[in-house]
């Protein structure tokens, strides 16, 4: 846990959030900022900072969070319709928050990324 990390202190909760599915490992919650009508953030409880610090180790961990990502597109009503997984890694990938987060986003037709 990182005293001053956002994503940590709400898998604590020490600040408020809007879960969608949680485990021993993994929780999900709603962005609040939501950039599609679905946004939902899926997070290792763990601190990982960013997908540059993930190990050999967390292959499970990750596969895990991508497959929550799918069970949730269903349980949310995207599946049908399509969906995004994005990872946004360090500067330039244009992370903020640096707790490991997969973005879920969906519910209308997103624009290209390239
Ligand atoms: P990123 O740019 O990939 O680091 O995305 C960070 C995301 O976290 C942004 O979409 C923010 O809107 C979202 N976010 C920041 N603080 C919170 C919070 N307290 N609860 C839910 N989402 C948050
Ligand atoms: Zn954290």
Request: proline share 5%.
């Amino acid at each position: 846990m990182s005293e001053d990390c956002v994503f940590c202190r709400i898998v604590k909760g020490e600040l408020p959030s809007e879960t969608v599915y949680e485990d021993d490992d993994v929780l999900a919650f709603r962005d609040i900022n939501p950039q599609a009508p679905v946004h939902v953030l899926i997070i290792p409880k763990r601190h990982i900072p960013s997908l540059a610090d993930v190990g050999p180790d967390d292959t499970e961990l990750l596969g895990r969070m991508l497959q929550v990502a799918k069970t949730l597109a269903e349980k949310l009503d995207i599946a049908a319709s399509g969906y995004r997984v994005v990872v946004n890694c360090g500067r330039d990938g244009g992370q903020v928050v640096f707790h490991l987060h997969v973005h879920l986003l969906g519910g209308q037709l997103l624009g290209r990324l390239a």
